[in-house]
């Protein structure tokens, strides 16, 4: 066994010793000393799968199961677990790919509330935001979000929530499939008043948001990708094969989309699959067609003729971004795309490794997992060539790594797993 496949195989074993659930570890609420980041190739057994990108609060990792549990990891202990919902067993829904169904969006942060966000599924496939303690993983928040444009279990909350003045976004699509009745949504959560407030992402239904990263932010305004929806070829638009330009308060402030939006729908080419990046003052994006566009987030231009700004990208999932240079989840492995003041787009390179999941720019390199076959790759920034490459442990869709207190994290089937870079 080579040095950074060595793993350490830690019990999962709460702060104080004892996991309750509903609630944290109680005691002290003094912070605890900091812990120094494990060694690579170290493995943080979880009670189940970690679908949604673990985010970093401090040098504390904060992860989500598909079981229904959040867990603040430090170093290689277990600050605190808690288990907020049972979750859905797979054979309860109409279709999909995720089983169980517990917490699959990636949880937020607020720091002035020092409270983590999550939507967890529980009995009936009904939604809920919960908040917590970032300290002690008490929970001091719960709001039902199932979005009142269709029927529950044909629901998924999967992109990454966002917090933003005292409000929690949650957007919502279907279940892999696109079975039963939905339409793609947002929740704005007003968390003094628990009080929501929804967005309807399509006239004619489907149109689901489910790109597992957040929103862009420009402008004060929210961007987010809709995908393909129900109209029928020459019917009215839908609203659906679509980057939209949401306001606060979730009205649509904007939107674009290509002539060929019903073709597109049509054929499962839609733009729903890539989540809006901002790369200096454009917004990039791409979807299905592996067609991309440069936007103006001022006049995203409403259905139009532009012609793409590059092709050769069917893009899954979050971008990174490094100054002007965008670096793109596409299916036959990461692009590096410059974007000039001026908007023009220029494809640096095409790696030919399999790297396919969202990537992260960290150490003086581009990381990205295959997360078909289970492999973590370091790739130079410049050129898009392999510098190293990790096996990991079996990953969910779209799994990608994190930067936290100087080691890459990843979330797994199983847990969490521990690189440096």
């Known amino acids: 066994m080579t040095a950074h496949r060595m793993r350490t195989l830690l019990a999962v074993v709460g702060a104080c010793g004892v996991i309750v659930a509903m609630s944290g570890c109680g005691g002290s609420t003094d912070a605890p000393p900091p812990r120094e980041a494990p060694p690579s190739g170290t493995v943080i057994s979880l009670d189940g799968a970690v679908y949604g990108r673990p985010i970093a609060v401090g040098d504390t990792v904060i992860a989500a199961t598909e079981t229904g549990s959040i867990y603040a990891v430090a170093g290689d202990t277990v600050r605190w677990r808690t288990h907020v919902a049972d979750p859905v067993p797979g054979s309860q829904l109409p279709c999909g790919n995720i089983d169980p169904v517990g917490i699959t969006g990636a949880p937020a942060y607020d720091a002035s509330a020092h409270r983590v966000y999550v939507v967890a599924e529980s009995a009936g496939a009904h939604k809920t935001l919960y908040g917590l303690d970032s300290d002690t993983g008490a929970v001091t928040l719960r709001v039902p ?5 269709g029927d529950a279990p044909a629901y998924l909350q999967r992109p990454a929530l966002t917090v933003r003045d005292g409000h929690v976004y949650a957007a919502f699509g279907g279940n892999y499939g696109d079975c039963g009745t939905y339409t793609g949504a947002v929740a704005a959560v007003d968390v003094s008043a628990s009080a929501v407030t929804w967005y309807r992402a399509s006239t004619s239904g489907k149109g689901g948001i489910w790109a597992p990263g957040p929103p862009a932010e420009a402008a004060g305004l929210l961007f987010y990708s809709v995908g393909n929806g129900d109209a029928e ?3 009215a638009y839908d609203d ?3 980057v939209i330009a949401l306001t606060p308060d979730l009205r649509r402030a904007d939107f674009f989309a290509p002539t060929g939006w019903a073709q597109d729908n049509a054929a499962d080419r839609d733009l729903g699959t890539m989540n809006p990046v901002l790369v200096g003052r454009h917004l990039l994006m791409a979807g ?3 067609d991309g566009y440069v936007l103006d987030p001022a006049h995203l231009g409403g259905i139009s003729s532009a012609t793409p700004a590059f092709t050769g990208c069917k893009a899954f999932g979050p971008a990174a971004v490094d100054t002007d240079v965008a670096y793109l989840p596409c299916t036959k492995g990461a692009m590096a795309v410059r974007v000039s003041d001026t908007g ?6 095409h790696t030919t490794a399999p790297a396919n999941g969202p990537p992260l720019v960290a150490a003086g390199r581009v990381w990205a997992t295959d997360w078909h076959a289970g492999t973590l790759y370091a790739l130079d920034p410049a050129t898009g060539n392999v510098l190293a490459q990790y096996t990991t442990g079996a990953l969910p869709h779209f799994a990608a790594p994190l930067l936290a207190n100087g080691v890459l994290v990843l979330g797994t089937m199983s847990g969490l797993e521990y690189f440096r870079p």
């Open 233 to 235: 070829p020459g019917s």
């Open 344 to 349: 023009a787009a220029t494809v640096l390179w």
């Open 240 to 242: 659906t094969d679509s």
């Open 288 to 290: 299905k067609s592996g």
């Open 145 to 149: 979000v199932d979005p009142p444009f």
